[in-house]
């Protein structure tokens, strides 16, 4: 049977969907020890229904030892004990079955934690059955005669990505935390043990998979150093046999279901997207690019970001793609700060407002959108101030072998991890203004804290408040569902050098949609064409010519 085709592109589902990932350590905890758990997320389905959305991406909720909360998966095939049991997932997934609601789980496939019973076994010795389902390599020699890891890569969490093993004398790879060891794909019984992982979630119901670094599953067996101006980034996700395995992987399992796939995508430039996305190669069906959402750091440093930037970013997103491959938009999740501090104004007089012109941006731009859980609230940064506030292990490390060594002061890193932190989008969500933000009991402790601004920035005060971002937000994903133009229709940038204003229309056959987002607080003249169509929603009741300060429009030309 022929697909549908809406102007030449593809129609797909999950195309058409706004995804909303939860991150279950911190959305609800049902039974006091200040830990989320999946009761919880079940709990609150009514919430996220009434909202909108239509895919729910479950962050890790595998057995786990949580060195990095979650992505070290001891057993792909238990949930994790603080999160329930596999009797509590499948309610969930009944209960959002239920609510006309879809689920896609995180698939963490480059490595396993070092206390998954492959790993134990294959650092057992090097004839052991299981040795080769991971990286083992002999160290090097240096010219003065002392031992070296195998190349000089580094982990994503600082230090080296090699650990020696006393037991066999060898180095094990691992490109993120030393209890993350790789997986080698290069061997066919690791990648048919991750298939049959795959399959027992989706023969299970779940409807995809976001996949953690996926670019990463291939290596260069030979491992060269990398060369200073290389990236090690970008030979990560670029290895020699990357397509063949996504290609095997879609081949044997994501064919023969009706499941969506979106690969985290590190080290991939927008011009290389299509190789992984474009559907005639039967890889992916999406992957996040992280040009925009990393826009405003360089390294794990921040930096002041402009406008003409984050334009720039788009409109090669939108050349590179074409009509064969396919977009994410987002730019808040797990691994990412708050959306209204980072790229909005989170003061009392702009929040609300700011929080709505981004969102106003995120669900009418080209490609599948991505909202993060508090994103609804306009949740904003922690007032973090000492390291031992942070949880997170890539912190703690950077602090270890950067601050303590005596690389960076503690000043300028705790000044910069203010800005970039993964742990402020990891604070309990805030639910009401009783203690705890109702996310756990009130004489429990979370296990991060909760941002003291919960008792004027919850969900209850939200859901009662016709103005508020979360209402707002339930106006945009309506406006959404009902208007294909902003799934398939063309996009043009209006004002690509204005280094205020954000101006694009977005077209499909007659139907021209015409948006306006003001990233500043001063005021702008529209152009002509903004008054004379008809206003279809705002994130204020002015109908000046002029758009105000973080004032937002999207206009039926």
Not at 166 to 173: D, F, N
Not at 195 to 201: A, L
Not at 392 to 400: H, S, V
Request: glycine share 6%; with cysteine.
């Amino acid at each position: 049977m022929q697909d549908a085709l809406i102007h030449g592109q593809t129609k797909h589902w999950w195309k058409e969907a706004v995804v909303y990932q939860i991150y279950p350590r911190s959305f609800q905890d049902s039974n006091g020890d200040g830990i989320g758990d999946l009761p919880g997320i079940t709990s609150r389905l009514d919430y996220l229904r009434d909202l909108g959305v239509d895919v729910l991406w479950l962050s890790p909720h595998y057995d786990s030892p949580n060195a990095d909360n979650g992505y070290d998966i001891r057993d792909y095939r238990k949930v994790m004990h603080e999160f329930g049991t596999m009797q509590d997932f499948d309610a969930l997934l009944a209960g959002i079955k239920q609510r006309g609601m879809r689920l896609i789980v995180d698939l963490v496939a480059n490595h396993t934690s070092d206390e998954h019973v492959w790993f134990i076994e294959s650092r057992k010795s090097r004839d052991n059955p299981y040795r080769d389902y991971y990286i083992w390599r002999p160290g090097k020699i240096a010219a003065s005669g002392a031992e070296l890891p195998p190349n000089n890569f580094g982990s994503a969490f600082s230090g080296s990505a090699w650990t020696k093993d006393g037991a066999s004398g060898e180095y094990y790879l691992h490109l993120f935390a030393e209890k993350q060891p790789d997986l080698n794909w290069d061997n066919p019984a690791v990648r048919e043990e991750i298939y049959s992982i795959m399959r027992f979630w989706l023969n299970k119901g779940v409807d995809g998979f976001r996949m953690d670094v996926i670019p990463f599953i291939s290596k260069d067996a030979t491992f060269p150093d990398v060369l200073p101006h290389e990236s090690q980034v970008h030979i990560n996700a670029n290895g020699p046999h990357l397509h063949d395995y996504l290609q095997e992987m879609n081949r044997e399992v994501l064919s023969k279901y009706d499941c969506m796939t979106v690969g985290e995508a590190h080290g991939i430039s927008i011009e290389e997207t299509p190789t992984l996305v474009d559907e005639r190669l039967h890889e992916l069906n999406m992957i996040f690019n992280f040009d925009a959402v990393r826009l405003n750091r360089e390294g794990r440093n921040w930096r002041q970001w402009k406008l003409t930037e984050l334009k720039a970013i788009y409109a090669r997103q939108y050349e590179a793609l074409g009509m064969h491959s396919w977009n994410t938009i987002f730019f808040a999740n797990h691994d990412n700060p708050r959306l209204v501090s980072a790229f909005g104004d989170d003061s009392d007089a702009y929040r609300v407002r700011s929080a709505k012109a981004l969102a106003t941006m995120l669900l009418t731009l080209k490609g599948t959108a991505y909202l993060y859980q508090g994103d609804e609230l306009g949740m904003t940064h922690y007032p973090f101030r000492s390291i031992d506030e942070y949880d997170d292990i890539e912190a703690k490390n950077a602090w270890k072998f950067d601050v303590l060594t005596g690389k960076e002061t503690e000043e300028h890193y705790l000044d910069n991890l203010a800005k970039v932190s993964r742990d402020h989008a990891r604070t309990p969500m805030q639910w009401d203004d009783s203690p705890n933000a109702g996310f756990t009991s009130p004489d429990a402790k979370p296990w991060l804290a909760v941002n003291p601004n919960y008792p004027k920035i919850n969900a209850a005060d939200a859901l009662c408040n016709p103005d508020s971002i979360y209402h707002y937000m339930q106006d945009l994903l309506r406006l959404r569902k009902r208007t294909l133009g902003f799934v398939y229709g063309d996009y043009e940038d209006l004002a690509p050098e204005h280094p205020s204003l954000f101006l694009y229309a977005r077209t499909l056959g007659e139907e021209r949609f015409l948006v306006a987002l003001n990233f500043s607080q001063e005021t702008f003249a529209l152009p002509d064409e903004f008054s004379s169509g008809r206003m279809v929603l705002s994130n204020t009741a002015s109908i000046s010519t002029e758009l105000g300060a973080w004032e937002s429009r999207i206009v039926l030309a």
